[in-house]
Structure formats: structure tokens, C-alpha cells
């Protein structure tokens, strides 16, 4: 799916009431259908744009007692979409672990190609087993925290595992904490950074075209020939043109 597909499925409250919901525990429609308050008519209609792309699938669980299987259902997409919005920036990011390793150039901290796969019913029950371990880090603190939570994997007594994950999920949340308030800081000084970027290219550049291409340049640091002609839907010939240039005014 592109960010198109993605963002149209999100767009409606109650798919994201859904997987909100099936994020932390798999599920029952039935029960799904008591707890949002949504007849199940219209959850029904909901899951099933969900389950056709991709992001739930249903489980099939057999009764103990004898009766009929149910269906439980479970997030399947792990994905993270971003969108950087000013009056000088607008930046769109889309990233899939889906799998874990594979085509990952944009997402270097999964190092291994190990697949992590955690489930669970309503019971608590993990379900799947889990199929992998957290791939190890360079990063001291990243490595000791993957040690210390693969390790509790291992503790039978629940409270101290709880006791444990608590005081380790704080620590997580304050680390994303940090890492998001400095990333609100660098996309200021990027903002501030384009403002002025912009305001030179729009006194330098004779078209929009080259409007186009010095933006690519400048902002996102693109200078392939065909890669700019592909994007711009341009004559190589033309753009190249316009990078000799920008090679010759000494901006590349």
C-alpha cells in the first residue's frame, strides 16, 4: 500500500478506535462491538476494509467445549507514518516492518532479519509464541534494555515481571521523550533553514522548473540526473542543463 491507500483507511475514527483497541489485546468482533458502542453491523463493515488491506487478519480459535471456532482478530501491518508540515517544508514518510530486516535502508536500527511476532487473546495468552528475539544494538543503552527485556521473557513470577516492565517502559517513554523534543527542535531549525533557502530560490530561479530542481537540490540534497527527470517528468537533456548551471554559479 502507498501512503495514499494507507491514509484513506485511517481517515475514519472508528478503523482507528478498532485498531487502537486490537493493538493491545486480539479480539472478538462481538466484544469489539460492545466496547466502541458500534452496532455490529457497521464494525463488521469497518473490519473488512481492514482485513482486505492488510491491517487486521482473523484467527481462528476451537472451543475447549466443543462448540464452534471463533474468529479472534489481530493487528497484522506494523508501520510508522510521519508527515512534517510548514509554511516552507512539507515532508512525507512512510515506514513498513512488516519485515523485519527486509528493505529496511531507511530504518537501519532493525539490524537482523529476525521476525518479531507477538500476539495474545483476550486471556493474556501469547498467541502466537513469540518467533524471534529483538535484534541486538550497537547502542549501549538500546542493547542493555533488549538484554534486560528478552531476559524477563525467562522470569516465572508475573509480579516481578510487571514490576520490571514498568520501570523499563518509563524509561523507554522518556528516552522517545527526549529524542521527540529534539527532533521538534531540529525540524524548527530545518523550517527556519528552508524559509531562507526558499526566499533565494524563488529570487534566483528564471522558471518553475527550475524552481523544482534547485528545491530538490538544495532541500533534499537530489542530484541525480535521472532520477530529477523521472521525478519532474522532464528531458534529462533539460535538467541537466540546468544542474551545469548551478555547477557553474558554484552551488554543486
Do not use: C, W
Not at 468482533?29 to 458502542?37: D, K
Not at 531540529?186 to 522548473?209: G, H, K, Q
Not at 538544495?218 to 532520477?227: G, P, R, S, V
Amino acid at each position: 500500500m502507498d501512503l495514499d491507500q494507507i491514509l484513506a483507511v485511517l481517515a475514519n475514527p472508528i478503523r482507528r478506535m478498532i485498531l487502537k483497541k486490537l493493538s493491545t489485546e486480539t479480539n472478538y468482533p462481538l466484544q469489539l462491538s460492545r466496547e466502541l458502542n458500534v452496532s455490529q453491523q457497521a464494525l463488521m463493515k469497518h473490519m473488512r476494509v481492514l482485513e482486505e488491506t492488510g491491517f487486521i487478519r482473523s484467527v481462528e480459535e476451537r472451543s475447549n467445549k466443543g462448540g464452534p471456532p471463533r474468529n479472534l482478530y489481530v493487528v497484522r501491518k506494523r508501520m510508522s507514518v510521519r508527515i512534517d508540515l510548514g509554511p516552507n517544508t512539507f515532508e512525507e514518510k512512510l515506514f513498513s516492518f512488516d519485515a523485519y530486516g527486509e528493505g529496511m535502508d531507511d530504518a537501519p536500527f532493525y539490524i537482523q532479519s529476525n521476525r518479531l511476532s507477538f500476539g495474545g487473546n483476550v486471556t493474556g495468552e501469547i498467541l502466537p509464541e513469540v518467533d524471534g528475539v529483538l535484534p541486538a544494538y550497537t547502542d549501549p543503552f538500546l542493547e542493555s534494555m533488549r538484554r534486560t527485556i528478552d531476559g524477563l521473557m525467562k522470569d516465572d513470577v508475573k509480579e516481578r515481571r510487571l514490576y520490571s516492565l514498568r520501570r523499563h517502559i518509563s524509561l523507554i517513554n522518556k528516552e522517545l521523550s527526549k529524542l521527540e523534543e529534539r527532533r521538534r527542535k531540529i525540524l524548527e531549525l530545518r523550517e527556519r533553514a528552508f524559509e531562507m533557502a526558499n526566499s533565494i530560490i524563488v529570487e534566483s530561479a528564471r522558471d518553475p522548473l527550475e524552481r523544482d530542481v534547485y528545491s530538490l537540490l538544495i532541500k533534499n540534497d537530489i542530484d541525480d540526473l535521472e532520477f530529477l527527470s523521472d521525478m519532474l517528468q522532464t528531458r534529462s537533456k533539460v535538467i541537466a542543463e540546468i544542474l551545469k548551471d548551478l555547477k557553474r554559479k558554484g552551488i554543486i
